[in-house]
């Protein structure tokens, strides 16, 4: 572990607000390949064209092969201490605490974390294409084609919010509230961890931050695309750094 004593860490009192951002880096101390490793070729197609509703309609059964495959690796994979400092930190603020993840792989959720918002969806939930059914709990794999809605026969897909799609609106204004409610209570701290700030619009949520007054950080084991947008930079493994820069 470092040594916390060494390590700059952010000031937060009983007043303070926290809004946290993680990104893949989060969930690869469990096991968890990130997108630079995963978003690779993946059968000779790329990362972005499998999670594309382009990509989908092209191929459906591959798309669905994909994130079967994902499906099975994530569900031997456990929270680490990086997950679990979190569900610490949020345990200690209460509502003065969101999490927002760009992780699909629901290890948030199974480290303890509530005060979450999964702003890319779930890896373990299906919805329909076409109906209004609501998206449904799933945790099968689907390796012979997209399976079809009960009730209305079109073709199932993942819970998930692919490239070009937009995010659920109730997320992005939860979050926007959390940030404009806690900026007028008090200090404010936005900690972007495990996330190479490439893809928007999360990325775009140290801008929104800063603009209320927050004090910024990036947890991360290598610069960030948008990592020059960040106050302090803290650069390692967020199971190693942040136990020792959340800790009491
Ligand atoms: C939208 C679900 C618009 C899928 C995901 C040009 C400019 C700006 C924007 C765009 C543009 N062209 C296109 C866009 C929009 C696009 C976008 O941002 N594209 C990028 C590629 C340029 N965004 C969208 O399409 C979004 N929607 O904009 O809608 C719109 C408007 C009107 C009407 C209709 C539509 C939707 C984006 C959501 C896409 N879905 N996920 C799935 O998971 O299957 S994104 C997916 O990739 C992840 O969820 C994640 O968000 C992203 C990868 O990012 P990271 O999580 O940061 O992971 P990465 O591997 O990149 O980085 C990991 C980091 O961890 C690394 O830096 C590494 O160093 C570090 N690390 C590794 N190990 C550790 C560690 N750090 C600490 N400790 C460790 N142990
Ligand atoms: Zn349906």
Same mark, same amino acid.
């Given at each position: 572990?470092?040594?916390? $004593?060494?390590?700059?860490? =952010?000031?937060?009192?009983?007043?303070?607000?926290?809004?946290?951002?993680?990104? +893949?880096?989060?969930?690869?101390?469990?096991?968890?390949? $990130?997108?630079?490793?995963?978003?690779?070729?993946?059968?000779?197609?790329?990362?972005?064209?499998?999670?594309?509703?382009?990509?989908?309609? +092209?191929?459906?059964?591959?798309?669905?092969?994909?994130?079967?495959?994902?499906?099975?690796?994530?569900?031997?994979?456990?929270?680490?201490?990086?997950?679990?400092?979190?569900?610490?930190?949020?345990?200690?603020?209460?509502?003065?605490?969101?999490?927002?993840?760009?992780?699909?792989?629901?290890?948030?959720r199974d480290a303890g974390s509530e005060r979450l918002v999964e702003i890319h969806g779930n890896l373990f939930t299906s919805r329909c294409s076409s109906c209004s059914r609501p998206p449904f709990?799933?945790?099968?794999?689907?390796?012979?084609?997209? =399976?079809?809605?009960?009730?209305?026969?079109?073709?199932?897909?993942?819970?998930?919010?692919?490239?070009?799609?937009?995010?659920? =609106?109730?997320?992005?204004?939860?979050?926007?509230?959390?940030? $404009?409610?806690?900026?007028?209570?008090? =200090?404010?701290?936005?900690?972007?961890?495990?996330?190479?700030?490439?893809?928007?619009?999360?990325?775009?949520?140290?801008?929104?931050?800063?603009?209320?007054?927050?004090?910024?950080?990036?947890?991360? +084991?290598?610069? +960030?695309?948008?990592?020059?947008?960040?106050?302090?930079? $803290?650069?390692?493994?967020?199971?190693?750094?942040?136990?020792?820069?959340?800790?009491?």
């Open positions: 572990m470092g040594d916390s $004593t060494l390590m700059e860490r =952010p000031r937060i009192d009983d007043r303070t607000s926290v809004l946290v951002l993680t990104g +893949a880096g989060v969930s690869a101390e469990s096991g968890i390949p $990130t997108f630079r490793g995963a978003g690779g070729l993946w059968e000779s197609h790329s990362f972005t064209d499998l999670a594309s509703p382009e990509g989908f309609d +092209a191929d459906p059964a591959l798309v669905w092969r994909f994130y079967s495959s994902r499906r099975e690796g994530a569900k031997g994979c456990r929270p680490n201490p990086g997950h679990l400092a979190l569900v610490e930190l949020e345990r200690r603020l209460g509502d003065r605490f969101l999490l927002a993840t760009q992780n699909v792989d629901g290890l948030h709990e799933d945790r099968a794999s689907h390796l012979h084609g997209a =399976p079809p809605c009960e009730r209305c026969g079109a073709r199932l897909r993942p819970h998930i919010v692919w490239f070009g799609e937009m995010l659920d =609106p109730s997320h992005l204004e939860r979050i926007h509230r959390f940030l $404009t409610e806690a900026a007028r209570r008090g =200090p404010l701290v936005f900690l972007a961890a495990g996330t190479s700030g490439a893809v928007y619009p999360a990325a775009g949520l140290v801008d929104e931050a800063r603009q209320l007054g927050a004090c910024t950080w990036l947890v991360n +084991a290598d610069p +960030a695309d948008n990592g020059h947008r960040f106050e302090h930079f $803290t650069q390692g493994r967020t199971g190693e750094v942040l136990p020792d820069l959340l800790g009491p």
